[in-house]
């Protein structure tokens, strides 16, 4: 029965080896600057026991990764995405001696506008504690994502940034609240309109 097979013309009967070998002459050979240092020396000729080795094993074990290019540092964003976790880190500690004490601020403010004189002082210790609790769950996100794509030599300068601007955008909202609902603002916005 096997002599009145027909002659394979495409590499029908092929094992898995013999497919493997045909598939890694088909491609050009892989500049060494593309390969890392510890497969060079399996790749050059002074290594033909290695290759030996290799070849003996099934193909589906000696499948090789492909190899991808490491990204280049950026030094600069680097330095960017450091300062900038840095001063975050400031902002967040400056915070809790600023928001545990929001009445004075707002009295500052009012004093300034000849408004009156700052009466939700529950609402603002809530609101104090609200703003330091958001800024320091931001600031731990921020330097998460911004610690792992340095990691990863990816650009990493816009995470802190878009961090310090949410976290700036939930605290004048916050702030804005508590002032838009004292009843000495809104007495003094009565009187001006």
């Not at 009466?119 to 609200?130: D, I, L």
């Amino acid at each position: 029965m096997a002599e009145n097979r027909q002659e394979p013309e495409y590499g029908e009967y092929a094992t898995p080896q013999d497919q493997a070998d045909a598939i890694a002459k088909a491609f050009p050979p892989v500049s060494p600057l593309l390969t890392p240092a510890d497969r060079a020396a399996a790749m050059t000729p002074a290594a033909p026991a290695a290759r030996a080795a290799r070849t003996a094993v099934p193909a589906a074990r000696t499948a090789t990764p492909v190899l991808t290019p490491s990204r280049p540092r950026r030094r600069w964003d680097l330095a960017i995405s450091i300062g900038l976790l840095a001063y975050g880190l400031l902002t967040v500690f400056g915070g809790f001696v600023q928001y545990s004490d929001i009445p004075v601020i707002i009295n500052q403010a009012y004093a300034a506008q000849r408004i009156g004189e700052f009466t939700s002082f529950e609402q603002a210790e809530t609101v104090g504690t609200t703003i330091m609790v958001a800024n320091v769950a931001l600031y731990a996100i921020t330097a998460f994502l911004t610690v792992r794509l340095l990691r990863a030599h990816r650009l990493a300068f816009y995470v802190p940034l878009i961090g310090g601007a949410v976290a700036a955008t939930i605290t004048v909202i916050l702030i804005l609240t508590l002032v838009i609902n004292d009843p000495a603002f809104r007495e003094f916005v009565a009187s001006v309109t």
